[in-house]
């Protein structure tokens, strides 16, 4: 007797490995975007040594009150004197403080900034700090003095290349002016000195355009220009040995930075958020050397003409370069497989509220909060919560949906596994989204943690009273056999508490014919 076939028997089965290191991609509809892509990445860091993105660390108050009781603080900056010593330095309501007090808890007033408004910017000289406020004169501070400089520019971007401090001009008629001071002398800023003359250079002079900041790549100093309707980069290339024969050069015409917070080199090149776009100069053996490409391409919908970057920087910890949008902070991470370069995009979002500036001092990642306190990553592994406020901590969500699989004549999802990584134990759901936008959950999974590596342990192996394979989990796998019908399907990974990485997942899919 003949036995009976169905329209989704075996020869119509199909089987996703689906690894999820593309990272966004917002430029395409959900179902043209490769494969290995994702249509929402919240909470979630890549790995860049294995291209696995995990859920971001928690976050833990490292002040133990606000900034100046009521503000927020509006940007950090790691200032190493020398090899012995250094300062986190923050900048709250028109002052300028340090980190202080048993455990660093506690900040320090320095001294007074030009205003409570502009952002300053930081450069690292001579083992001073110096600061770009956009005051008459560049302000100073070596650990134990607070003064200033007599540079007479108002400069609100500051940078460093050749031994020579590179600072713009505020001043009536110096729009376009590019100074930088004597060599190896942050207080010569004389033009006319007979031994260590500073240096000025015209960027474009008269085109009606301001210097917003600068970037520097190897011998070469990119300044960046806007004004209302246009905006351009000039290079100025500092190779000769004689410095009288440095000057400026257009370099590309309808690119620029919002301002100079949103620059930042790594990776052998320069990054920059333009009035809606993140973009990069890269280094290429045509013909003109550098050029500009849309290095966000894949995430750039996302911004609009008013959307302001705050900051961008680089994280050597992650190798990810952080900017922040809005209330949003995006990281872009460097990743590099069988030789070839590829940069992928999560978004995170914390508890705390907005994050106006982050930066990496050794191995600690520091976050200013708009809410006056200052955080930091828990790299430990240890904890899954952000601390909003010193005692208080709070759960965050995170998600992460995969491209949409589309199938002429239907589906039915017949198993699932999902691999993954332990890091801090919790809890998280595996839904399949469907054509109709349904969160149908496949299962509920129970984090693992990390355990601990034998290397870091401190104590006799006499005294151990567990076995050693319960001291440490390896990557695991959940699989489900609840079963889904549909036309087109997403896989949704949300996890309400612990931390994981998500290697990929494998899904067995039967078609529908007819």
């Not at 859920?55 to 009150?65: F, K, M």
């Not at 406020?133 to 100073?140: E, H, P, Y």
């Not at 490409?293 to 995430?299: F, L, M, S, V, W």
Request: hydrophobic share 35%.
């Amino acid at each position: 007797m003949g036995q009976k076939a169905y329209k989704h028997q075996r020869g119509s089965i199909q089987f996703h490995d689906i690894r999820l290191n593309g990272g966004l991609n917002y430029s395409e509809a959900p179902g043209n975007i490769q494969d290995n892509e994702l249509t929402h990445a919240l909470n979630y860091i890549y790995d860049p040594q294995t291209g696995t993105p995990e859920i971001r660390p928690a976050t833990l108050c490292q002040t133990a009150a606000v900034c100046d009781s009521t503000n927020g603080i509006l940007n950090i900056y790691y200032y190493e004197k020398s090899s012995t010593t250094a300062y986190l330095v923050g900048v709250c309501n028109g002052n300028l403080y340090y980190l202080s007090g048993t455990g660093l808890t506690a900040w320090t007033k320095i001294g007074a900034l030009n205003d409570k408004t502009t952002v300053p910017m930081f450069a690292t000289f001579h083992g001073k700090l110096l600061v770009a406020d956009g005051g008459t004169n560049i302000k100073t501070w070596d650990g134990t003095t607070y003064s200033a400089l007599a540079d007479g520019l108002g400069a609100t971007a500051i940078t460093v290349i050749k031994g020579r401090v590179v600072v713009n001009s505020t001043s009536s008629g110096s729009a376009d002016l590019v100074t930088m001071s004597g060599a190896e002398d942050e207080t010569m800023w004389d033009t006319a000195d007979a031994t260590n003359p500073a240096i000025a250079l015209r960027a474009g002079y008269g085109d009606n355009m301001v210097v917003t900041g600068f970037a520097v790549f190897g011998d070469d100093l990119f300044v960046f220009k806007k004004g209302t309707s246009e905006k351009c980069v000039y290079k100025v290339n500092t190779g000769d040995a004689t410095a009288a024969n440095w000057y400026c050069a257009m370099q590309t015409q309808n690119n620029g930075a919002q301002s100079g917070h949103a620059i930042v080199s790594a990776f052998n090149d320069v990054f920059f958020m333009d009035t809606y776009a993140f973009k990069s100069l890269r280094g290429v053996t045509e013909y003109g050397d550098l050029q500009v490409e849309q290095i966000g391409a894949k995430i750039n919908n996302a911004f609009t003409a008013g959307s302001t970057c705050k900051m961008l920087a680089y994280i050597p910890y992650y190798n990810a370069i952080w900017f922040i949008v809005g209330d949003i902070t995006y990281t872009c991470t460097q990743l590099i497989n069988a030789g070839q370069k590829s940069y992928v995009f999560t978004e995170l979002s914390f508890k705390q509220g907005t994050i106006n500036a982050v930066c990496q001092a050794g191995s600690t990642i520091y976050l200013a909060g708009n809410n006056g306190y200052l955080y930091t990553l828990d790299l430990t592994g240890t904890y899954a919560t952000d601390e909003t406020v010193p005692d208080t901590t709070s759960a965050y969500t995170s998600n992460l949906v995969t491209k949409q699989f589309s199938y002429f004549g239907g589906f039915i999802l017949r198993k699932t596994s999902l691999y993954l990584d332990p890091i801090v134990s919790g809890t998280a759901y595996l839904y399949a989204v469907t054509d109709l936008s349904e969160n149908i959950l496949l299962k509920t999974v129970t984090l693992q943690s990390n355990g601990m590596l034998l290397y870091d342990a401190t104590g006799y192996l006499y005294d151990a009273t567990e076995y050693l394979h319960d001291m440490g989990l390896a990557a695991w796998y959940e699989y489900t056999r609840n079963r889904v019908r549909g036309g087109t399907l997403q896989f949704k990974i949300t996890a309400t508490s612990g931390r994981v990485g998500i290697e990929g997942l494998k899904a067995e899919i039967a078609l529908v014919e007819g």
